[in-house]
């Protein structure tokens, strides 16, 4: 008899990208399948072997524009739901300017204090305390 296969949820790669007191986020456009209309972090699919932290240099260069070195420490917070497993790493020196540039996921992105970030509508619940865990950091 044959084993049913077990399906995972995508494996994600996102960055909290922090300046001063303040972290970085992308709107969602209204019309994505998976979360649409909400803020959410940079970040995107692992892609077939790649490494999340590969993935995480090579989404940010493709959704904001900027270069950062591969992290080599553990990720800051990992979300594992039905849906998604997220890894989350804290991203707090690149080169280039942040911009959105990924006009098919993002019509928007900002820096926001935290006080202001946890009153946005964002992609997950847990964010608002991973952006104080962020800022606690740094």
């Not at 077939?48 to 080599?72: F, H, N, Y």
């Not at 998604?84 to 280039?96: A, I, K, Y």
Request: with cysteine; net charge negative; glycine share 8%.
């Amino acid at each position: 008899m044959a084993q049913p296969t077990v399906s995972r949820p995508p494996l994600i790669a996102a960055g909290i990208l922090v300046v001063g007191r303040k972290i970085l986020l992308c709107h969602r456009l209204p019309s994505r399948e998976w979360f649409p209309d909400v803020w959410d972090l940079p970040g995107g699919h692992v892609e077939g072997t790649e490494k999340p932290t590969t993935a995480l240099v090579r989404e940010l260069r493709e959704e904001l524009g900027v270069s950062i070195a591969e992290p080599d420490g553990r990720c800051l917070a990992r979300i594992s739901t039905d849906e998604f497993d997220l890894r989350v790493w804290l991203v707090t020196e690149w080169s280039g300017t942040p911009k959105s540039i990924a006009n098919d996921e993002h019509d928007e992105i900002g820096w926001f204090a935290e006080s202001s970030a946890i009153g946005l509508r964002l992609a997950h619940p847990t964010y608002s305390s991973l952006f104080a865990a962020a800022l606690r950091l740094t």
